[in-house]
C-alpha cells in the first residue's frame, strides 16, 4: 500500500516565478492537507481540501493556491515567488473527522527560491 | 487559541539509557495530541495519538507517551533509546474548525541525539 507521494522532491525557482506541487494521498484517503516548514520550524497549516474544495485556510495569502481533483490528488500552487517562501512544503492525507483523524505525511518537496 | 510548546531546542542521551522529550500544549476543550518523527530529508512520520481514556500511549518503534491535563503536558518517552532513534520530533495538537476537522498544530521541534 503505496504512502503519500509528492513531486518534485526539489525545486529551485527565482523570485516572481510560479511553482506547483504535487501530492498524491494514501490509499483510502480523500482529504489533502498542505503545509510549509521553514528551516528550524515546524510545520504551519496552509489549508486543506476535500471532495475538491478548500474546507479551511490557514494564515497564508492568496498567492498560496490550491486545487484536489476527483481522484483526490491535490496540487499547490504559489504566484510571485518570494525569498521567504523557501521551505519544505508537505502534504499530509486523512480520512474521516474528529478523533478518528490521523494525518499521515508524505516525504516534502524542498523549494528554493533564488 | 491552541498552542503547542517544546521547550528543548536539544536533547542527548546515551544509547540504552531512557528518554523523555518533552511537550506542553493549550488548547480549548478535550485535545487530540500527537507526536512525529522526521528524518533528515524525510517527510513526518506518525508515532502516536492521544484521544482520550488511558493517559499512557504506546506508539511505534517503542515509544510511548504520558497524557497530563493537569499539567497539560504530553511527553514522548522511550525506556531505552537507539542511536537510530536519533531525529527530529514534533509535537502537535488538533485544531479543529467546522464539521470536526481537524488541523495541526505544531511545536518547533526537538532534536534527539542518542549517543553510543
Known amino acids: 500500500d503505496a504512502g503519500v507521494t509528492q513531486s518534485p522532491t526539489h525545486l529551485i525557482k527565482t523570485r516572481g516565478q510560479q511553482v506547483t506541487l504535487r501530492c498524491s494521498p494514501k490509499s483510502g484517503h480523500d482529504t489533502v492537507s498542505w503545509y510549509q516548514q521553514a528551516l528550524g520550524q515546524g510545520p504551519q497549516f496552509i489549508f486543506q481540501y476535500y471532495e475538491e474544495e478548500e474546507r479551511q485556510r490557514g494564515n497564508f495569502p492568496d498567492r498560496f493556491s490550491g486545487h484536489q481533483f476527483p481522484n483526490y490528488s491535490s496540487e499547490l500552487n504559489v504566484n510571485a515567488l518570494l525569498l521567504g517562501d523557501s521551505a519544505l512544503y508537505l502534504c499530509?492525507?486523512?480520512?474521516?473527522?474528529?478523533?478518528?483523524?490521523?494525518?499521515?505525511f508524505g516525504p516534502g518537496t524542498r523549494l528554493l527560491v533564488l | 487559541a491552541q498552542s503547542v510548546a517544546q521547550p528543548e531546542d536539544q536533547v542527548n542521551v546515551a544509547e540504552g539509557n531512557p528518554l523523555t522529550v518533552k511537550c506542553t500544549y493549550s488548547?480549548?476543550?478535550?485535545?487530540?495530541l500527537f507526536w512525529y518523527v522526521q528524518y533528515p530529508n524525510r517527510g513526518l512520520q506518525f508515532l502516536l495519538k492521544?484521544?482520550?481514556?488511558?493517559?499512557l500511549v504506546k506508539g511505534s518503534y517503542g515509544f510511548e507517551a504520558e497524557f497530563n491535563k493537569s499539567q497539560t503536558s504530553f511527553h514522548l518517552k522511550k525506556p531505552s533509546a537507539l542511536v537510530s532513534d536519533s531525529a527530529l520530533y514534533f509535537c502537535a495538537v488538533s485544531a479543529p474548525f467546522s464539521g470536526g476537522y481537524n488541523k495541526l498544530i505544531f511545536g518547533a521541534g526537538t532534536r534527539l541525539a542518542v549517543h553510543p
Open positions: 488548547v480549548s476543550g478535550n485535545p487530540y
Open positions: 499530509a492525507s486523512s480520512y474521516g473527522a474528529g478523533p478518528q483523524e490521523t494525518q499521515y
Open positions: 492521544y484521544i482520550t481514556g488511558d493517559n
